[in-house]
C-alpha cells in the first residue's frame, strides 16, 4: 500500500528562496538605486548563492523588475461594485494611490529606464498579460450583466483607464487629483462604444 503523496508546501523552498531574493533586492534598491546594485550583494542578503540568482534571474534587472512587478499585482485588486464605471472608478483610485507609493515610482522609472532590454521584455509581457487577465474580471462581469457589447475588449479598457495616468507621472508630471479616477472611468466607458 502507497502512502498518499504529501501535500506540497505553499511555495515550497522555491517560493521561499523567490521571495527572499526579491525581498532583498528590492531592499537595496530602494536604499541605492539600481545601477548600484549587483547580484552577490542581493545574493549576500537574500542567503543564497549567487550562482542560483544568475542560472534564474539572469540580471540584478531581471530580479528587480520581477519583483516590483509581483508586488504591484498584490497591491492593486479588482474591484466588484456592480457597475463597470464604479470598478473602473475605484481601479483607477486604487492604480494613483499605488503610484504614489515610493516604490511603485521606483518600478515605474526602472520600467521605463530599461525598456530597451530584451531580458525584461518577457517580464513586461507577462506582467500586462496577468494584469488584464486579472482586472478584465470588471469587463467580463460587465458584459455578463449586458452593460457593454460582448466583444468589448478588456486591454484596450484597460490603457484607455490607465495610460493618461502613467502619463502624467512618468511625462507629464500634470495632477493626479480627486477627479481623475472619476474622468478616466468614464472616459474609458465612452471608448467601448
Keep these: 500500500m502507497t502512502s498518499p503523496d504529501p501535500r506540497p508546501r505553499p511555495g515550497g523552498r522555491s517560493g521561499r528562496v ?3 531574493v526579491h525581498d532583498a533586492g528590492l531592499e537595496l534598491l530602494e536604499q541605492r538605486g539600481i545601477r548600484d546594485l549587483t547580484v552577490p550583494e542581493i545574493a549576500a542578503r537574500a542567503g543564497v548563492h549567487a550562482t542560483s540568482i544568475y542560472r534564474r534571474w539572469g540580471s540584478v534587472e531581471r530580479i528587480v523588475v520581477e519583483a516590483l512587478l509581483e508586488r504591484s499585482e498584490e497591491r492593486l485588486p479588482v474591484p466588484d461594485t456592480g457597475t463597470l464605471l464604479e470598478d473602473l472608478t475605484r481601479f483607477a483610485t486604487e492604480v494613483i494611490a499605488y503610484a504614489r507609493d515610493p516604490m511603485a515610482a521606483t518600478l515605474m522609472r526602472t520600467m521605463a529606464a530599461t525598456a530597451d532590454d530584451p531580458s525584461l521584455e518577457q517580464a513586461r509581457l507577462e506582467f500586462w498579460e496577468s494584469r488584464v487577465a486579472a482586472a478584465g474580471v470588471m469587463v467580463s ?26 502619463f502624467r507621472l512618468l511625462l507629464s508630471h500634470g495632477p493626479l487629483d480627486d ?6 472611468a468614464r472616459a474609458a466607458v465612452a471608448a467601448i462604444g
Design 141 to 166: 462581469r460587465a458584459v455578463a450583466r449586458g452593460e457593454i457589447p460582448a466583444d468589448t475588449d478588456a486591454a484596450r479598457v484597460l490603457e484607455t483607464l490607465i495610460a493618461p495616468i502613467h
Design 179 to 184: 477627479e481623475l479616477p472619476t474622468r478616466l
Design 18 to 20: 523567490r521571495r527572499a
